[in-house]
């Protein structure tokens, strides 16, 4: 005769058992999120996380200059010399590199809000990513006898959102964000005065 079906305690004890292995296999995977939040079930590729992304931008956050200070216009003036352009590009770099960090930022943001185009081929190229990765996570995929790595799926990705990317320009988007950072930052480097706690720390550095 055929075996009935787990009736009453058996089938709470056989679906706490699959529930248990389910659970169990969210918390074996690699990104050691078990599971937590939207953000955690997306598997993300090994070495990347949003905890790490979070991270980096609290430490540059700690370390930004007051932006006050950095717009005062008091404290622009032109240099006197070649070498007092170099000491105050190197030394203010150094100084406000989170503030320059996040006005690098700001530019690459302005550029992709204000093409739709960018926009899309973005969404394109993290789509393409993320379909090449939950087929890698399903079984190893294998071009030219060789494994796929993440950077090798990324190139992938790019490769195939490229049509889309050159549609909407992104080589001329990659220049202006470019030629702005380099004019915006390079401006207030050369032309932002050195404090003078700044200046005796520079003396202070052997030669």
């Known amino acids: 005769m055929p075996s009935e079906a787990p009736k009453g305690e058996n089938c709470l004890v ?3 058992s699959k529930a248990g292995d389910l659970f169990s296999a969210q918390d074996a995977h690699p990104t050691g999120t078990g599971g937590a939040g ?3 079930r997306l598997w993300l590729p090994k070495g990347l996380s949003i905890g790490m992304a979070k991270d980096w931008i609290e430490r540059r956050r700690v370390s930004i200059r007051p932006w006050a200070s950095f717009v005062d216009q008091r404290k622009f003036s032109k240099p006197r010399n070649f070498g007092e352009l170099c000491q105050r590009v190197v030394k203010n770099v150094e100084i406000y590199n989170s503030n320059y960090t996040f006005i690098f930022l700001g ?3 302005y550029c992709i809000i204000s093409s739709p185009m960018l926009l899309i081929a973005l969404a394109v190229f993290a789509g ?5 990765h939950l087929k890698s996570l399903e079984s190893k995929l294998v071009i030219l006898g060789k494994e796929l790595t993440v950077p090798h799926q990324m190139s992938l990705a790019g490769a195939v959102s490229l049509p889309v990317f050159w549609l909407a320009g992104a080589g001329a988007a990659v220049f202006w964000v470019l030629g702005a950072t ?5 401006s207030h480097a050369a032309f932002r005065e050195l404090e003078g706690s700044d200046i005796e720390e520079l003396l202070m ?3």
Do not use: C, N, R, S
Not at 182 to 186: A, K, M, R
């Open 14 to 16: 056989d679906m706490d």
């Open 38 to 40: 939207i953000m955690a």
């Open 107 to 109: 530019l690459i943001l």
């Open 128 to 132: 393409a990513f993320y379909i090449i």
């Open 182 to 186: 380099l004019f915006v930052i390079g």
């Open 205 to 207: 550095e052997p030669v």
